[in-house]
Each structure stands twice: as structure tokens, then as C-alpha cells.
């Protein structure tokens, strides 16, 4: 089984070990990568990074289950939770199949980094071991460029 994931959102690829939260950078929850969106204001929508089922959607994170049984979350942000959905708008429900490069939240980067927040998106495949996945630090994505490649 291999499983292609795409970034969900435009910006620098930073890798988990710059995501301000222990629970990302020691990949506690899953190996994975993270995308900084670019610091021009204004809303973007987040894309799915999986085809898939959406298992858990807030507006701060979401969770595809892919066809392999395989979960990949997007975290919007970190401690953005406190925001309570604040400048978020989902654009799907939990329990609605997407294809790979579906929007299902939008938001505004720089609002977040307004309140003091980083605005770092870290994309995990959940339950794997840490260096699992490998991806290119220092890369430029936009929405549905290959972001990395789990299993073989």
C-alpha cells in the first residue's frame, strides 16, 4: 500500500519538527510534515490531502480516513482551538466522502497570527511511527502538490 497525501493548503513546507507544539515536532499522534500558508491576508480554503471519508471535522482540524483504513489529519494552526471557530467556515461535514483536492474549511492565516497564534498546518498520517513518512523540507506547495508518500 502506498498513499500519495497533497498539501491541503499554499505555503512552505516546514516540516514537523518546526511546529511549535511537542505533540506535532515529536510526532506523539503520527509522522507527517507541516506547511506554513504564505503571510498575505486573506482567506484560503484548505483541501482534503486524502481521498476519503471525513471521520471528525472542527473548524480548526479535520480527519480524512482514506480507503486503505489509513487517517490523515490537518491541523489548522496551533492552539487554534481557543479561537472556537472564529474566522473558520467549514465547507463540508463529518461523514461526507471527498476526492483528494475537495475544500472542506476555510480560514485566514494571517487572522490567526494576529491573535498570537502560529498558523503552521501540520498534515499527519495518524498512528504511524515518528519518520514514517518523508517528505522535502524548504519546498513552495500549492494546494494538491504531492506533499509525501506513506508506506511503499
Avoid: N, W
Avoid at 147 to 152: A, R
Amino acid at each position: 500500500m502506498s498513499l500519495e497525501v497533497v498539501s491541503p493548503v499554499a505555503g512552505e513546507v516546514v516540516g514537523l519538527a518546526a511546529v511549535p507544539d511537542q505533540v506535532f515536532s515529536d510526532e506523539l499522534v503520527g509522522a507527517g510534515t507541516a506547511v506554513e500558508p504564505p503571510a498575505a491576508e486573506g482567506r484560503i480554503e484548505v483541501v482534503a490531502p486524502v481521498a476519503g471519508a471525513l471521520v471528525k471535522v472542527h473548524p480548526h482540524a479535520f480527519v480524512v480516513l482514506g480507503a486503505e483504513g489509513v487517517g490523515v489529519l490537518v491541523h489548522l494552526g496551533i492552539d487554534t482551538v481557543e479561537l472556537l471557530g472564529e474566522g473558520f467556515e467549514l465547507l463540508r461535514a463529518e461523514g461526507d466522502t471527498v476526492e483528494r483536492g475537495t475544500p472542506v474549511v476555510a480560514f485566514d492565516p494571517a487572522a490567526v497570527r494576529r491573535r498570537g497564534l502560529s498558523a503552521v498546518c501540520p498534515v499527519v498520517v495518524l498512528d504511524t511511527a515518528p519518520g514514517a513518512v518523508t517528505g522535502t523540507v524548504g519546498a513552495q506547495v500549492r494546494p494538491g502538490d504531492p506533499l509525501f508518500t506513506y508506506g511503499s
